[in-house]
């Protein structure tokens, strides 16, 4: 799924496709189209921030038992887990503002929560597979009422968008009968 396309579905929401068709049409990220664009950056952080993380794994060398956050190649939102990489061993570690003091030298695999890139019109927005293009748009157009003051509006889209993110991001599994005793 590509920005675009969620922007077309939300602008249908909330009534402003004809517009939007137009700016597209003329490349002009102007007007409604920088706003639907903003509110889907807003929706995407909020979905990467407190539902689906975005998890990114590094290998490391400390040196002095020290890891900082600007060796990372993302920024980091926080540490989920640090571990040996020849062992694959956890390793305990104390997270400061700055750096996380770890109890070991060497390469070490880190994993852990990273903000999501913002996106343009051309974007594709691959980091939710599970999520589709609906639930994104309801969302995006939940934050532009909230943003053009038509709150009754929003609480609406806001209790789809957060109905389809549970509905979606549930774990899916096959439902197994148990076999008939009398067969």
Sequence with gaps: MNAEEIIKISSL?????????????????TG??????????????????????ILNKET????????????????????????LSNSNKNIRFTQYENYVFVNAKGYVDVVYKTSIDEV??????????CLSSKCIALGTASEYCYINGFYEEAQM???????SLQIECRKKKEIVMPKRWWS
């Design 120 to 129: 343009n019109i051309n974007s594709e927005i691959n980091q939710f597979p």
């Design 157 to 163: 889209w806001d209790k789809r968008f957060k109905d």
């Design 13 to 29: 929401f909330v009534n402003v496709q004809d517009e939007v068709e137009e700016l597209i049409s003329e490349n002009s990220i």
């Design 32 to 53: 409604e189209l920088a706003m639907l664009l903003k509110c889907l950056n807003l929706t995407l952080t909020e979905i990467a921030d407190d539902y689906l993380p």
């Design 60 to 83: 490391i060398c400390i040196d002095s038992n020290k890891l900082y956050f600007d060796d990372l190649i993302k920024p980091c939102k926080e540490i989920i887990s640090i571990k």
